[in-house]
């Protein structure tokens, strides 16, 4: 029997207090309603990420009131791409409607200021409380079973709520348990980080690094490290399941492989290591379906929404919550259930296009000859890496003409979406 002395009674239940979370329960409470948000952890808590925000994520973040130009920010100018043969730096471009920088924070930082930021808009937070299942009637979603998560033998309790936003992340339990699949047609990234405090300060860049070796051989996937505030260094590699040879390669090796590939000068080892290698998955293109069941909208990584471009998951998540809240606000105002029920639809008018394109991006340089040929034709040509870059970031500003549309709509004249 559920614990009646907890019960909860509330306009919208938000589960999950990532990004995807917290954006949604901040625009909501922005709009008066009554928010409140399980989480199961106890901030600051760690979360396995790169760090790394684009313009795109500095966007959103915006939106939420967060002062960006806080010293808790390493500010980035651009991408500093290295291959064997090549290196190149390429600037973020100066978009109408878009910073012109990027930035990088810690997710333990980084989530809970976010998670304050819904807070203090008026949103009731309770952390280390779990949801365990869905209340499931009349095949709505009418809220959630929860319990303490560090009190395993209490009686569960329910939280009711009009509508549910399922934020649980990658793993999605509630999604799953409502019904949610996973789409195998999209691509999964797995990825593996660690932090390092170095003395070498390697500047305002994104560094990243493709053509991963291993001894002679190549491995499929790319590497990575950005520059946190404090003098430390967020290290990660990652690869997709696009890419021959993954169920070969874990995401932990590929980072020993990447590790041991970097210049001794960096100063990257077991010595400046702070904390274990962690790893975690990349559910990317829209891959978790349907985006919403009767009661309940799936945000950010629930909603498999990271970009298979490049790996980006912060920004959909802050804009999927959005997207959510706006909708779920005018359902509730004008007491028509079924606009937020047009949650996915909404989806997919913003990201269909793109993540198709970037879903066939992601086949195709799983092929090794298609990544050679890319790293050595492509990447030493700076206008082509410029324009690539705004499209692998995503940074269209929307003008009529916008050459990253224009191209989108020539590929879906060569070859429409299916
Ligand atoms: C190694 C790695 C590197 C990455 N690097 C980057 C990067 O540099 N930049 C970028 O933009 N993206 C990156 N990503 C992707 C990014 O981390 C995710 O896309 C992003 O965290 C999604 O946010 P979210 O709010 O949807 O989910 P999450 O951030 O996963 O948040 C989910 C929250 O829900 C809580 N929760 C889960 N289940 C329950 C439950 N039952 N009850 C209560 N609470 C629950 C969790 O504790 C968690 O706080 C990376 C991912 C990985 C694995």
Known sequence: MPDRSRAIETDVLVVGAGPGGSAAAYHLARHGLDVTVLERSAFPREKVCGDGLTPRSV???????VDTADPGFARVVGLRVYSRRTRI?????????????????????LDHLLAERARRAGARILERTEALAPILEDGWVRGVLARPADEREAEPFEVRARVVVAADGAPSKLGVQAGVVRDERRPLGIAARRYYRIDRHPGPWFESWLDLREGGTILPGYGWLFPLPDGTVNVGAGLLNTFRGFRDVSAQRL?????????????????????????????????????????????????GLVNPFNGEGIAYALESGEVAAELVHEALARRRPAIAQRYPAVLRERYAPYFWYGTWFARAIGRPSIMRASTR??????????FAMRVLANLTDGRDGDAQDRLIAALERLAPMG
């Open 377 to 386: 034709y492509l990447l030493p040509n700076r206008p082509v890496m410029r």
């Open 89 to 109: 730096e390429l600037p973020w471009p100066k978009l109408r409607g878009f910073p012109d920088h990027g930035l990088v924070r810690t997710r333990a930082d």
């Open 59 to 65: 966007r959103a973040l915006e939106r939420m009131g």
């Open 255 to 303: 980072f020993a492989a990447f590790v041991a590939m970097l210049p001794p000068e960096w100063g990257i080892s077991e010595e400046t290591a702070l904390g274990p290698v962690r790893s975690g998955p990349l559910p990317m293109g829209g891959s978790r379906r349907p985006a919403a069941v009767p009661g309940m909208l799936l945000v950010g990584d629930a909603a």
